[in-house]
């Protein structure tokens, strides 16, 4: 999950709003170029580590769009004109959402600086790229690749990434670092490619 994404279920929660009707618009296949410039390139390494942390996020769905429309415990909402902010309540309570699971104000926060206007596909890999960059892994993993030093430094962001000693740092399930890396080294192999 996002940062803390999952909260104890006494924490207060979000207040849900009704899902709305979808339109073909919202629904649409991932455009390859967004239609604004995107700040961050979409290098095949770059692609191959978003699709490693919608894998360890859970939102991977064999690389399905449908990743990008799941809420924290796994339901699909119809429409990504803007953050779901649908709160679940299970183990844990949380409204995190998308294929990053970001929390709404995680979102909120990176749409306002990046100018975000819709919760698009596109828009989310642009907001988990802006992620990685602020906890200062994008260089690292520009010059290195994925290493387990990029991992631990992502592993505040997303719960489901394994610090160095390889435990969740939120103490939440976290996947382990050896079938990270071979997801990583797949998902690589795919992107180049296709390019």
Do not use: C
Request: glycine fraction near 8%.
């Amino acid at each position: 999950m996002g940062l803390a994404s999952l909260l104890p279920m006494a924490a207060p929660a979000f207040t849900a709003r009704p899902e709305l009707p979808a339109s073909a618009a919202t629904l649409s296949a991932r455009p390859t170029q967004p239609a604004a410039a995107a700040p961050y390139a979409l290098t095949p390494e770059r692609r191959a580590l978003l699709d490693t942390i919608r894998f360890a996020e859970g939102t991977w769905t064999g690389g399905a769009d449908e990743g990008y429309r799941m809420i924290y415990g796994g339901s699909l909402v119809e429409r990504l004109d803007q953050h779901p902010q649908i709160t679940v309540r299970r183990r844990y309570t949380s409204a995190a959402a998308g294929a990053y699971q970001f929390l709404p104000g995680t979102w909120n926060a990176v749409a306002r600086q990046l100018g975000l206007t819709t919760f698009a596909p596109h828009n989310q890999d642009q907001a988990a790229l802006h992620l990685v960059r602020r906890r200062g892994a994008l260089d690292q993993f520009d010059r290195n690749g994925l290493t387990p030093g990029v991992l631990a430094k992502l592993a505040p962001e997303w719960a489901s990434l394994p610090t160095m000693a390889g435990f969740s740092y939120y103490g939440q399930p976290v996947k382990r670092r050896e079938d990270l890396m071979a997801f990583y080294r797949t998902a690589l192999s795919r992107h180049q490619r296709q390019s």
